[in-house]
C-alpha cells in the first residue's frame, strides 16, 4: 500500500487527559461551595473514585452525567450534621486522606479514616502537630486514624518543606471558618506548583 502525505497546518481539537491534581481539588471545592457545580473530563482512577466516595459519606451527592461528567451537590460548610458517621475509606490516595482530613472535621467535627496497602503508614505529623497546639483529639491505631473537634481560626504553622498535601486540606477549609487565619510556613516552601494550583481551583469555586 502506498501512502502519500502532504504538508499542512494541522485543524481539530484535542481534549488533553485528565489530571488527578486537578480532579481531587476541583471535587472538594464544589462539594465545599454549597451550590451545584459540573465538572468535566473529570478521571476515574481509583485515586478519583476514593474521594467521590468518601465525599459521598460526608453528604455530598455526585451526579454522574456522562462517563467523564459529573454535577456536585454541595454540602457547603455549615451543614449541621449528626453521628454516628461511615468509615472513610480512602483506598491508597494520599491526596484523598490529606485533603480530607480537615474537611471532615470543618463538615463533621470528627471522623474516622482508613485505607489500603501502606496507606495508613503515610506520616501526617504536620496536622498532628497542628492539631495538639488547637486542641484537636486525633489517634492512628490498627489502620484506623480518628480525629475529632472544632477547627478554630488563628494561627496554624506548617512545614513548608513536606507533602504540599497538608497546605492544601488546609487551604480548602481555612477561608470557610468564622475569622481570619495565617497559615504559617516554618520552612520554605518546595511544591509552589502544587499550592498555585490549588489556589486556582479555590479562585475558580469563589
Not at 485543524?11 to 462539594?31: D, E, N, Q, Y
Not at 463538615?107 to 496497602?117: K, P, S
Amino acid at each position: 500500500m502506498d501512502v502519500t502525505i502532504i504538508p499542512s497546518k494541522l485543524r481539530g481539537t484535542v481534549t488533553p487527559p485528565s489530571s488527578k491534581s486537578v480532579g481531587h481539588r476541583a471535587l472538594i471545592a464544589a462539594a465545599l461551595s454549597g451550590g451545584f457545580s459540573t465538572i468535566s473530563n473529570l478521571g476515574d482512577s481509583k485515586d478519583i473514585q476514593a474521594t467521590r466516595r468518601c465525599l459521598s459519606n460526608l453528604s455530598t451527592w455526585i451526579e454522574d452525567l456522562t462517563p467523564d461528567k459529573v454535577r456536585v451537590h454541595g454540602i457547603g460548610h455549615s451543614l449541621v450534621q449528626a453521628g454516628p458517621f461511615p468509615m472513610l475509606d480512602c483506598g491508597e490516595s494520599g491526596s484523598t486522606l490529606r485533603f480530607l482530613i480537615p474537611v471532615a472535621l470543618l463538615v463533621q467535627g470528627e471522623a474516622r479514616f482508613t485505607g489500603q496497602g501502606r496507606l495508613m503508614e503515610r506520616p501526617q505529623g504536620p496536622y498532628f502537630s497542628l492539631f495538639q497546639e488547637k486542641g484537636i483529639f486525633y489517634q492512628q491505631k490498627n489502620g484506623v486514624l480518628t480525629v475529632r473537634g472544632t477547627l478554630n481560626p488563628g494561627r496554624c504553622p506548617l512545614p513548608g518543606d513536606v507533602s504540599s498535601q497538608f497546605i492544601t486540606g488546609l487551604l480548602f477549609v481555612l477561608p470557610l471558618l468564622d475569622g481570619d487565619s495565617d497559615l504559617v510556613l516554618t520552612s520554605p516552601l518546595e511544591s509552589r506548583g502544587y499550592v498555585d494550583l490549588t489556589m486556582e481551583v479555590l479562585n475558580r469555586f469563589g
